[in-house]
């Protein structure tokens, strides 16, 4: 479980959390959505730990993140990020094997290699595995940096708009792996998304935080949270969430 | 399959280094073990440890801040070296050498931070920007330096600091380079967690390295480097950006993995660029940073143009 307890930050003067409370169950999938500007990556940053509030804390476990050790969060906690400023051109596996780094540190062990073709395995990337990542297209390589945050073996999983300019395909089959690695099982992972695609979230989220103006909104399972009016308040725009063949999409009206 | 090649070449030009010079080996005008023990050893060593040294410290500057058309002399650190060396020079002049070399590093060090700083405020969208804001950087220390070198009547020195050339390397006097071959052992030691630096700061530290250690580490092994070059053989231009873009594109970002390649390619370039200089103008020399700031620009202007997507776009 993580335990947002009032979380406040703000940047050159501005607000950009305020007084945040939410609570991400550890089963499952969660989204979280709200306008741009409402702070979901900021949000994100502070629960990996990366940016520090300045009121409130972020529990993960009987841990606060901000008092773990660099080394010990990156047990606790995966990150997935925007893209680096210039694409390395490192291949597929070398990536995937920095997802390793904080369990060999430099020095690693079968078990280490091990997981790494585990993850290439899970995530289709055995064809690529010697491919440098410039030679990818978007979709290829988004799915290798989430293979590496996948082989850091991490309880959580913090995903960045991970679809961010995918193609609808590429964009699907990344949120159905995650969808997979969230479902309960011996090597499940609580997987925690911010996300721009209504539908995505409609689609596969287990739970829903939702945050408008740096304020939190809903914390809450997706059925309650993600509802016509709900998503209408929260948007400023008329939202409709319909039920098509048992799946719920969201379609603006 | 590559490595032979590499290897060989090195070779034939370590030879073509030893032969050539102005003095004639086979003439019994001069004591050839003599010439070739105090003269050409020395000097084609410290071609190959400067051009190693420089192209590392390209490598680790172009992981550094992420930007691949960066590179040493685009940090103003070469310019801060001097200024410190300026001031060693002005304030005990009769330090010892390695007294000489400290300053110069750590002057070297503060002015690649400043760099360093500046550029977390520079958008990255064009990646051109951030080497244009090095150049002025750069300038404007150097305009520093010389205008405090001529009210100090040490403008000469500055020159000879400013021009890179093997021709006045001779035995006792370029050891210090040497410090450039512990200052890759330490990269290589470092080299993951520069690499890792590489993919940027969230991801740097999402996976529980200490950025700021590291990032002290290599800009350290960077000052070190360069201003051991500034104080042995004076500064050469461009080997840390045509070297790693280089190898980059062959093999790869993977530090570990491509820094022997790295050195050994930086080494035989600059040799390369000794050993021309020394041939074109017979018996006379033109100083192998000129030569190579002709053909390092070149291969710039190629690179740039050859594929501009892959050499500098996200």
Known sequence: MIRIASLDLHRDGQPILQDVTARIPPTGLT?????????????LHCIAGLL?????KVMIGDDDIATLKPQDRAHRVALLTQSPAIVPRLSVRDLVAFGRWPHHRGRPKQQDH??????????????????????????????????MAYAQSTP??????PLAALDPRYARDIMERLHNLSRPGPDSRSVVIVLHDLGMAARYADWIVSLKDGQLVHSAPREQAMTTENLS?????????QTVGGKSIVIPV | MYRVAVIAGLALLVLASLLIGAADLRGGSVDSYLLVMVSRIPRTVAALLAGAGLALAGAVVQLAVQNRLVEPGLTGTPESAMAGLL????????????????????????????????????PRQ??????????????????????????????QYVGIWQSGEFSGVLRGRYELLWLIAIMAALLYVAADRITILGLGDDYARSLGLNARQTLLVGLGVVSATIAAVVVTVGSLPFVGLVVPNIVSRWRGDNLRANLPLIAVLGGASVLAADVIGRVIRWPYEIPAGTIFAVLGAGLFLWMLYATPKQATSR
Do not use: C
């Open chain 1, 52 to 56: 520090v509030p300045h009121a409130g």
């Open chain 1, 114 to 147: 091990d997981q790494v073709d585990e993850a290439l395995a899970l995530f289709d990337l055995n064809d690529l595995e010697h491919r440098k990542l410039d030679s990818l297209s978007g979709g290829q390589r988004q799915r290798a940096f989430v293979a």
């Open chain 1, 233 to 241: 308040a929260l948007f400023d725009t008329g939202l409709a969430v």
């Open chain 2, 126 to 155: 064009d990646p051109m920007l951030l080497p244009l804001v090095g150049l002025i950087y750069g300038g404007i220390l150097g305009a520093g330096v010389t205008w405090f070198a001529w009210t100090a009547d040490l403008v």
């Open chain 1, 31 to 43: 989204a979280i959505i709200g306008p741009n500007g409402a702070g979901k990556s900021t949000l």
């Open chain 2, 87 to 122: 001031a060693v020079t002005l304030i005990a002049p009769g330090a010892a050498l390695m007294v000489k070399m400290i300053v110069a590093s750590l002057a070297a060090l503060v002015g690649t931070f400043g760099f360093f700083a500046l550029s977390r405020h520079v």
């Open chain 1, 156 to 161: 959580w999983m913090l995903l960045d708009e």
